[in-house]
């Protein structure tokens, strides 16, 4: 009896992989753990192309084309985007929506139009609606009203998981798209008002220890409950899915009505408050006074869980607890703060 064929492998160490958005926490992640993985290995035909934004602005259209045009990547994934908290969204929507707009497009569209074979985006949990049931599943997109305080971005990133699953449906593009919780880890952004809320959490809380100070306010009222995802996690779960997740496979995750899913979350599927995240922040800081709270200021969405089983029945799981991964991150940020890579404020 004759054996079976071998399924084609969806990724393979001799590919051509590029990753838009090498040099932030989540590309940088991506790209450790595609190298983990044996990928981008001249050795074994393989390369990992990086484009740094002053080499490639992905948001002309003109050059993305061009830079498409020359390196033809057989797999990309797209972790560029513009990002921020609370108070940058506010400030900016105009940029987060236009910026991530034209980013998404640029590459998705020239990935399938210059013969990639996979394509994966990174979305955001905030792609869902304010008062989506939780832990929320991937149906529940576009099923209510958006945050307000990060609308643009979320509507940015709803966009770019349409527009691979217009692909998918009309030309057969292999785009799959995968919805992180908050993200936090090596590398990421600390800038005072600009950042998220654990890295913003990080360096006023590491501030205040340092000056001695005895109270330190925090926005909101603490009562929101977050999911945090190690940004190494990440990485290996964006790897997982090249290599395994197949929307057009029988056994692949599908809907409660019974359609193919080409977007999965990912996280780890535990949350905690705000005001306990604080807490374990100033532990870690090493910060001894108190924490209190500005109810003058917005809260956000009151919860934000994600359901991740289905990305779990395919077989990955996160694995680095919250106390572990914090207590890495503030010795990155202290690491990058003394060798002079942050700016003091």
Known sequence: MSELPRPRPLIRPSDRIVVAGHRGMAGSAICRALRRAGYGDPARGGELLTATS??????????VEGWFAQHRPDVVVLAAAKVGGIHANAAYPADFLLDNLKIETHVIENAWRHGARRLLFLGSSCIYPKFAAQPIREEALLTGALEPTNEWYAIAKIAGIKLGEALRRQHGFDAISLMPTNLYGPGDNYHPTHSHVLPALIRRFHEAAGRGDARVTCWGSGTPLREFLHVDDLGEACVFALEHWDPDAPDAPRSAGGEPLSFLNVGTGVDLSIRELAEAVAAATGFAGTIAWDTSKPDGTPKKQLDVSRLAALGWRARIPLAEGLA???????????????RAV
């Open 328 to 342: 890495a991150t503030v010795a990155d940020f202290r690491a990058r703060l003394a060798a002079g890579q942050l």
């Open 54 to 63: 002053a080499e490639l602005d992905l948001r002309d259209a003109v050059a």
